[in-house]
């Protein structure tokens, strides 16, 4: 298991080098600049070749990328050019923001999928079955910002049921401990804050959860139907097992294998998702900020940010992997 750990691990060296030197190149070859941004379109060309070259832009590409790297390599992601911080400062200030998002998304997505898709394969056929898999069609097809501005529309404006924008209450004097806003009015007991917090997130995780929901639920249906076919399954219905146990031990426990790759798969792309979401819901995340910093044409927070990300998401597959051997004994990781 450590081997396997560790080989995976080595194996993120290649792809984070060959994820910077794509996305360095990409973002230098895009129109305009940090100039422009500062500037505008009224800047002179003198201002702009000025700026360009206290930002070392105007050196050859390969020299940028290897200072690029000479700092990474010694931790250092750069400063933001809009903001003047360090682009890790900036990260780590707006992570927790996106995690809680991503977090009780996948709780939706996970807590409902799971079992919508285990009874539709129970009650394949039926009203059930076609209502579950029309609403997986349904949620897959509809474009995240589009189910989004709906669930403000219906439960923020016209119900007010759930806050519009934000992460938390202005108005709140809530105390900072983790960055988590939910789990900071949980340890310092300011439930108020914690209440807070969580309305602020149903929204936004509801419609960030929309695909990976659908997705879950027609994966967790198709195994279950595939395993409920199994030999052992019928063996372990002549046997007279009862059906608790045989929907726990031979089932779902047998199912589960390609429902984790999935989940493993779709943490990462709630990620990226959470950029549209966070959008559209005024959420102070890091998805935010890298639209902020496209418009600026921020060099330092794109490519630190998104290799991050690729950190991040590099690390949940491998977690994914080891999780095989819980799941199914059958399983060993060598």
């Known amino acids: 298991m450590f081997r396997f750990i560790v080989r995976r691990l080595l194996q993120v060296i290649p792809t ?14 895009l129109p305009g600049g940090p100039e422009t941004a500062i500037l505008g379109e009224r800047g002179t060309p003198e201002l702009r070749a000025r700026i360009r070259h206290d930002m070392g832009l105007d ?13 990474v390599l010694s931790g250092d992601l ?22 809680e998002l991503t977090v ?27 209502v579950t898999v029309g609403v997986g069609l349904l949620g897959i097809c509809t474009p995240v910002f589009f189910l989004g501005y709906i669930y403000k529309q219906v439960f923020a404006v016209n119900l007010g049921w759930f806050p519009t924008t934000g992460r938390q209450d202005v108005t709140i ?11 900071d009015g949980i340890l310092t007991r300011e439930w108020d804050a914690s209440i807070d917090a969580f309305m602020h997130l149903v929204l936004p995780a509801l419609t960030l959860a929309s695909i990976p929901l659908a997705v879950v639920m027609r994966i967790t249906r198709a195994s279950v139907l595939e395993v409920m076919q199994e030999d052992f399954v019928r063996t372990a219905e002549s046997k007279g097992l ?9 089932i779902m426990r047998n199912a589960m294998l390609p429902v984790a790759t999935t989940i493993g798969l779709l943490t990462g792309s709630l990620l990226s998702g959470a950029v549209l979401t966070e959008t559209v819901f005024a959420f102070s995340g890091v998805g935010s900020f890298i639209v902020e910093a496209i ?3 921020d060099y330092p927070v794109l490519m630190g940010f998104i290799m991050l990300f690729a950190l991040v998401y590099v690390l ?3 977690i994914v992997d080891v999780s095989y051997t819980f799941i199914d004994p059958r399983v060993r990781v060598r």
């Not at 984070?16 to 070859?29: N, Q």
């Not at 004097?173 to 789990?183: K, M, N, P, S, W």
């Open 16 to 29: 984070l080098f060959g994820l910077s030197l794509l996305l360095f190149i990409w973002l230098h070859r």
């Open 59 to 71: 050196e050859p590409i390969w020299v940028q990328y290897g200072k690029f790297m000479k700092r």
């Open 78 to 99: 750069g400063t933001s050019i809009s903001t003047k911080r360090p682009v890790t400062t900036e990260f780590l200030e707006r992570f927790p923001g996106t995690i």
């Open 104 to 130: 009780v998304a996948l709780i939706f997505a996970i807590g409902l999928g799971i079992p919508l898709g285990y009874l539709a394969a129970r009650r394949r056929g039926s009203w059930i079955d076609s």
């Open 173 to 183: 004097d809530a105390t900072r401990v983790t960055g988590f806003f939910v789990l």
């Open 242 to 250: 009862t059906r608790k146990v045989i929907r726990g031990r031979h």
């Open 295 to 297: 418009d600026r044409r």
């Open 316 to 318: 949940i597959n491998l």
